[in-house]
């Protein structure tokens, strides 16, 4: 093996140990705590809420160490589900030590590892949503014979006091650097303790929104990953929020993902970006067009898309942000480099090897394959969504897709290649299905569509009924037009759902 394969690897433990995350065994973590003279060890987990977990352990000895990797621990899962009840909720969490990282803010040397629930009898918990994801995804490859591929980007606020000095122009941030901008440098943090967690990052920038009022400036950034399992790209995600969290506490900000900060600005979604892959390969481009798979991917998508709002929008303010002419979509279509449809196809790299040696004279053009780097993007999610479900649900409607009979032809009918907030094509804008426009309306659409997801026993019934139950909790099926105007009241609902997901 290169011993200088892994040298580059902003991993501490991928370069000490020369081998990809997907192959660490429990041998490599003892190993590595040994040798690094860690001194903790964190088993992480996602609760109900969608936060990342805790539990502290302080390594005794090397037989206790053993024990924790062997056995994992017990946990109180009524006290993470809102789903499991008080008399039968002992569940154990079990390490992934291809997720082990470590710790990036802990003073200890603390070696922190990804954990599944487990029930009494050992399986794992069918009713936890990273095994529904795997479930959903084993499904779709066995019975389509195509998988996908994911990657997700985060937009967020950062809340601080007023700085007079270097102002950006109201929601004209976008790709901004300092001083017009003044977190950059918080973002370039999270993004090195991302990195060293084993989170594969494509890039980050300062967004379009930023405002400020009496009090506080808000400043927009995102952060966008690199495509990768479904496992990995969720983990990824949710580590991901902790960390930005955690930086901004160290600076003394706040950072929110909320969908809707407040009325007339900018919203922050949490995008996914998919791959059709076969044999390892995607296959979303076949001779430079939108191939039949990713078509009928789309369009199964598509078909059940409102009732994928009940896992990618999950609070009120979620369907403030989902309204017309500002860059959220409204309405279930698709297109290509149109960002006024739920699904994006993004400019694709053609030509890319030649554009290079146009502006590089010294360079030859490469005339490389760039369609490995094609992807999709589903734009309607956001900070608020359980990312276990959402990416689940992801992968029910491709299987659903590539299993509709009649896929293309949806996705024929559901293609635009305009702006479709234009007035001068409402026309074509009433031909399409819309989004629901409140919980309320989310859960409506997954009752009817529940059956979708049912299919060959991915999502249970339990959790399917519970959600609904959740988003009708919420009674606010007229809450948007209630309010709208009352900054108050607005504010109010802002403030509740600050820290979402």
Known sequence: MDKNQYHLNPNPLVRFLQKPPAEFTRADIIRYIEENDIEMVNFRYVGGDGRLKALNFVIQSREHLESILSAGERVDGSSLFTFLEAGSSDLYVVPRFRSAFLNPFSEIPTLDIMCSYYDKDGKPLESAPENIMRKAHKELLEKTGYGMEVMGEIEYYVISEKDPLYRANDQRAYHESEPFVKWEQLRVDAMMAMAQTGAMIKYSHSEVGNFSDDEHEYEQNEIEFLPTSVEDAADQLIIAKWILRQVAYQYGVTVSLAPKITAGKAGSGMHIHMRVMKDGKNVTLDNGRISDPARRTIAGILDIAPSLSAFGNTIPTSYFRLVPHQEAPTNVCWGERNRSTLVRVPLGWVGAGDMIAYENPLEKALNADMSDKQTFEFRCPDGSADIYLLIAGLCVGARHGLEM?????????????????????????????????????????????????????????????????????????????????????????????????
Do not use: W
Request: a positive charge.
């Open 405 to 501: 009979p009649d896929a293309l032809e949806m996705a024929k009918k559901t293609y635009v290649d305009v702006n479709i907030f234009d007035e001068k094509h409402r026309a074509r804008q009433e031909q399409l299905k819309q989004l629901p426009y409140s919980c309320a309306k989310a859960a409506e659409y997954l009752k009817k569509q529940a059956d979708i997801y049912k299919k060959h026993d991915v999502f249970p019934e339990t959790l399917i009924s519970g959600l609904v139950k959740t988003l009708e909790g919420y009674d606010d099926a007229k809450l948007r037009e209630n309010i709208s105007g009352n900054h108050e009241e607005t504010m109010k609902l802002v403030r509740r759902f600050l820290h979402c997901g």
